[in-house]
């Protein structure tokens, strides 16, 4: 039975949910699932952009079939061509065999890598400026190189100012019915995991992503339908700020995120005395998290939402807990820059944490190590206590200033 | 042929040995003690016609040859090396890359002067950052329509601040190495060119040495030697040259010595016989012969393949290293020979060994020689890649740099007040102003720009009303001797660790700046903008001490007699913000690899500081393999513009 939704007068969501999946790309946990979004545009020529993961084929498959309503299926447009959007190209190439595949050279050539076996003659290549009429829409091509993958493009609807925007404004959660952003409560249950979404995975390609937003700010974009998540129809200057924000790495808020390493509970408490301090002094933005106890991806989102950071770790096997080491090793391959950090460590008999967390710091863009580093010798002391106050200090001092 | 000097070689050898012993060794001593440029002899010596020896005689030269040069600077040094090193300088250094590089116009205006000796030159390559490497150069030219706009200072000067002329060394193209630098003549005079420090020198001290400081000079566009980027190939062309004048200015020294402790070892008898008679002495005198004679064929030949526009630049730098590591050994025997008495001052021998020593040191070390050296026999090594090593940043480690250059010098002086009491500073409180530099929390130390003595008054009161001790640069103390020795600051002297450093009219030499390293907060007063100092404070004010001084003086003074100070509590350092990498990195469009000039593209023959502009066309991303073309450059937002 099908399921889907009304975008716009001929324009349909086609897409399908998954609550099931525990990993997204077997990288990142999704408690709230995720939606695989597809469109189907209806117009003199029949139109589908993008398709959904295998693993929600069948509903995907139902949707497209109700919605053609017996006719044929012209044209199939592949924005992006990673398998969780590009894994039913094959099934709707042998239920619709006329169909023509309209997409990048580059992703021809993934297509093929994939398998997924179009006839050469099937295929229509565009690129950047290119243009095609499906009768009462046109639909213009914009190439979006690494905004993910290196083959993406998006594609407007000049003639109702429709963006589709493959992986770029995506999301996690599933969307359980909705459709539309201002259906549901974005700004408080979804904008974390429209950042967790982004951070994670497009966060490395910051320079991609703002030269995309400069190309679409010269669009009249009135409508965003990304291939997660919800379809933007309002606000949709609110997310493109968020977006802004993101690909510059610019801190959404002043805030301070504490995330420790601890083994017995020491360097927890160190962490905790910190926070105190931190309120205590009137300073209240503090998140806190323990490495083990947290997926990464969910430090990485916190990391690019606020300007500081607090890391404690203790020194394991002469190195930097694994788990903070993951972390830090995380934000340096998702490009996380201009950040301020506090270290502290913690050692019983060589300390090493400090100078090798500093160092990968260093390597980053941007990073600044607060002066005020913490070596913890196994527990907290009068001493040590005293040098996290000059820590608190310091993390409240440098809010003052911008990058 | 026959291997030897000509007759008119020798005459005139005689001729310039003559004006040597005449005119210079009665005063040498003097000009030794004293420190002291012989100005007389100078103009004498251009009288003589030996300042424009190998330059055409049209341009006001002797016309004469290369070797007749180097014998000249041999005689001199024989009986003086700092007098020896001003003929070398002005005109291996001074006068030889206008010679050589000029065009008519230059030649006419410069050269003339120079050759004829009314004017005096001299050689502005080295920098505090750019010794052995001239691509660690930091003094800037920018073109602004008709001139440049000259920024930057230089450090061991010869000649310096009495020349005349000065070819001097400057970036115009930055971040690409040797080959962004461009040549130019700058005349003594000029508003913003000043003399900094002239140095103490442990010999030549009759010979002038000096650093120079460009503020702003405007430097006219026709006053560009050579084209721009040619500086680096100038400066080289004129160092082999100079190495000739080096090696002879070694080779006099040596002879001098030598010639002294012969005359003394015939004389001086012990075990009833010269001493020049016994064994060991007679096999010094034989090995001493031998290194001259080897020294002086190696500068000959240098000098007849110069003359002969044949390449010599490894026999140069083999002529220069040779003589001045023998003119060590050379004066170390000769003193040897004269026991006790050659360690007297006033002995001939005792300077000319401390005469000797800047010979294995200057216009190229004799390590650098041998770089030279085997870079003919071996070829140029293959790259090596120092990751990182240009970008150092400030001795005294990341600071604020915020200098108060807007308004009246009272509304700067309140700024700097507003800043320092915002960051903690309690100025009601004082100490003791002779309290020692190691324990002191707060010292005000007087620079070489303070100025006379009575000067240092400004320096006390400003001390006492901001709670502080009194300190000093080292050559305040040392040589100035305002302060005693134990008061000044740097790595040879004390180091300061507490939390306020105020530097008056203090420069920042390297050394300075390294004792200075652990303090919380460094505020710098100098009237040169591009001093050192301000690169590494938190706070400074460009404008006389004079002015400055008591300003701030009155700003600090709470009208009370200062409370003792409570126990030193080490301050926090300032929080700077990182600053964005100054090179503009690309992200290739295929895969998201950036290419950044920090670290170059090592597999694919790319060095380290090439930008992506300077990337050959063929080049393609290392990751993926797309063209250049795929590559996007990279922007650099910063939140800090919007508000």
């Known amino acids: 039975m099908q399921c889907t939704r009304k975008v716009t007068e001929d324009l349909y969501w086609v897409g399908a949910n998954d609550k099931r999946l525990h990993l997204f790309e077997s990288a990142h946990p999704i408690e709230g699932g995720v939606s695989y979004n597809s469109y189907l545009l209806l117009d003199e020529k029949t139109a589908l952009f993008d398709t959904a993961d295998w693993s929600v084929g069948k509903q995907f498959l139902e949707n497209v079939e109700y919605v053609l309503d017996g006719r044929k299926l012209d044209y199939l447009v592949i924005n992006h061509l990673e398998p969780d959007h590009a894994a039913s190209i094959g099934e709707i190439v042998l239920r619709y065999p006329e169909v023509k595949v309209v997409s990048t050279e580059k992703a021809w050539l993934l297509m093929n890598q994939f398998q997924f076996r179009i006839d050469e003659e099937k295929f229509v290549e565009v690129k950047e400026g290119d243009s095609m009429s499906f009768g009462k829409h046109n639909i213009a091509f914009v190439a979006a190189p690494m905004v993910h993958w290196p083959e993406v493009m998006v594609s407007f609807d000049t003639t109702d100012g429709i963006l589709f925007s493959a992986d770029a404004f995506g999301s996690f959660k599933s969307l359980d019915g909705a459709l539309f952003a201002d259906e549901v409560d974005f700004k408080g249950e979804w904008i974390d995991e429209a950042r967790r979404y982004y951070t994670n995975i497009v966060g490395k390609y910051g320079p991609q992503v703002m030269a995309l937003l400069k190309k679409a700010s010269t669009l009249d974009i009135k409508c965003i339908c990304p291939l997660h998540g919800p379809v933007w129809r309002k606000d949709i200057p609110w997310i493109i700020d968020k977006y802004v924000h993101w690909a510059t790495y610019t801190p959404e808020e002043k805030g301070i995120v504490i995330a420790y390493a601890s083994m017995y509970g020491n360097t927890m408490s160190a962490a905790h005395i910190l926070a105190s301090k931190l309120h205590e002094k009137g300073f209240h933005n503090v998140k806190m998290y323990d490495v083990s106890e947290t997926h990464v991806s969910f430090l990485i989102s916190e990391a690019f939402k606020y300007s500081h950071l607090a890391l404690f770790s203790v020194t394991y096997n002469l190195n930097v807990f694994p788990a903070m080491q993951n972390f830090i090793d995380d934000m340096k391959r998702l490009n996380l820059q201009k950040r301020v950090i506090g270290i502290v460590e913690n050692g019983s008999w060589a300390p090493q944490a400090l100078d090798l967390m500093a160092k990968s710091f260093d390597e980053m863009k941007q990073m600044t190590v607060l002066n005020e580093q913490v070596s913890v010798l196994s527990s907290v002391t009068k001493m040590t206590d005293r040098e996290l106050d000059g820590l608190a200090d310091s993390l409240i001092e440098s809010m003052k200033q911008d990058y | ?643």
């Open chain 2, 1 to 643: 042929m026959l291997f030897s000097t000509t007759e008119a070689h020798e005459e005139f050898r005689a001729k310039v040995r003559k004006f040597a012993e005449e005119e210079v060794k009665p005063i040498a001593f003097k000009l030794d003690q004293e420190n002291e440029f012989p100005y007389d002899v100078v103009k004498k010596m251009a009288k003589l016609g030996i300042m424009g020896i190998p330059y055409e005689k049209k341009y006001g030269g002797a016309e004469s040859d290369v070797l007749s040069y180097a014998i000249a600077v041999e005689e001199l040094s024989r009986v003086d090396g700092g007098v020896g090193v001003i003929l070398s300088a002005h005109t291996s250094l001074g006068t030889y890359p206008i010679a050589a590089f000029g065009t008519e116009e230059q030649k006419k205006k410069y050269l003339v002067p120079l050759a004829k000796g009314e004017k005096l030159g001299a050689f502005g390559l080295t920098e505090p950052n750019a010794g052995s490497d001239a691509g660690g150069t930091e003094t800037v030219a920018v073109l602004e329509g008709d001139h440049y706009v000259l920024n930057g200072g230089k450090i061991f000067i010869t000649n310096a601040p009495v020349a005349d002329t000065y070819v001097i060394f400057a970036v115009t193209t930055p971040n690409i190495g040797t080959h962004g630098i461009s040549a130019f003549i700058v005349e003594k005079g000029w508003e913003g060119f000043e003399f900094g420090d002239h140095y103490d020198k442990m010999g030549i001290r009759s010979s002038s040495t000096a650093e120079l400081i460009f503020n702003d000079v405007k430097v006219p566009k026709e006053n560009l030697l050579g084209k721009e980027g040619q500086g680096f190939k100038i400066a080289m062309a004129t160092l082999d040259g100079g190495r000739i004048g080096i090696a002879s200015q070694a080779l006099g020294i040596a002879q001098g010595a030598f010639d002294n402790a012969k005359e003394y070892a015939l004389e001086r008898v012990q075990f009833d016989m010269p001493i020049a008679f016994q064994q060991i002495n007679q096999f010094k005198f034989a090995d001493m012969a031998i290194k001259l004679t080897n020294a002086r064929n190696l500068i000959y030949t240098a000098a007849e393949k110069k003359q002969a526009h044949v390449p010599y630049g490894m026999d140069s730098a083999m002529a220069k290293a040779y003589a001045s590591d023998i003119a060590l050994e050379v004066c170390n025997d000769a003193l040897q020979i004269y026991g006790g008495n050659g360690y007297l001052k006033g002995m001939e021998v005792e300077r000319a060994y401390r005469d000797a020593k800047i010979t294995t040191i200057y216009e190229g070390t004799n390590e650098i020689q041998r770089v030279v050296i085997a870079s003919h026999i071996l070829g140029k090594a293959p790259k090596t890649t120092v990751a990182g090593a240009k970008d150092k940043g400030p001795i005294t480690g990341v600071r604020k740099k915020i200098i108060y250059a807007k308004g009246t010098a009272k509304e700067r002086v309140d700024q700097l007040v507003e800043a320092l009491k915002g960051d903690g500073f309690d100025f009601t409180v004082g100490i003791d102003p002779m309290t020692p530099i190691v324990d002191a929390d707060r010292v005000v130390s007087a620079g070489k720009g303070i100025g006379a003595k009575e000067n240092m008054k400004l320096v006390e009161e400003l001390a006492k009303q901001a709670g502080a001790a009194v300190g000093s640069s080292r050559p305040v103390a040392e040589t100035m001797k305002y302060v005693p020795l134990d008061r000044y600051v740097g790595m040879s002297g004390q180091k300061f660790s507490g939390n306020l450093y105020i530097a008056c009219g203090i420069s920042g030499a390297g050394q300075h700046l390294k004792g200075i390293r652990e303090a919380t907060t460094i505020v710098a007063v100098n009237k040169n903008k591009n001093a050192p100092i301000f690169k590494n404070a938190d706070y400074g004010i460009v404008g006389d001490v004079m002015e400055i001084l008591p300003l701030l003086t009155k700003a600090l003074d709470n009208g009370q007699p200062k409370k003792p100070a409570p126990e030193r509590v080490k301050m926090r350092k300032a929080t700077v913000l990182k600053e964005p990498s100054h090179w503009t990195t690309y992200v290739c469009d295929g895969c998201g690899y950036e290419y950044d000039p920090a670290a170059g593209d090592e597999e694919g023959g790319i060095s380290i500081g090439t930008t992506f502009e300077a990337l050959p066309e063929e080049w393609i991303c290392p990751v993926c393999g797309e063209e250049k073309t795929a590559f996007v450059e990279v922007e650099k937002y910063s939140s800090k513009e919007e508000k």
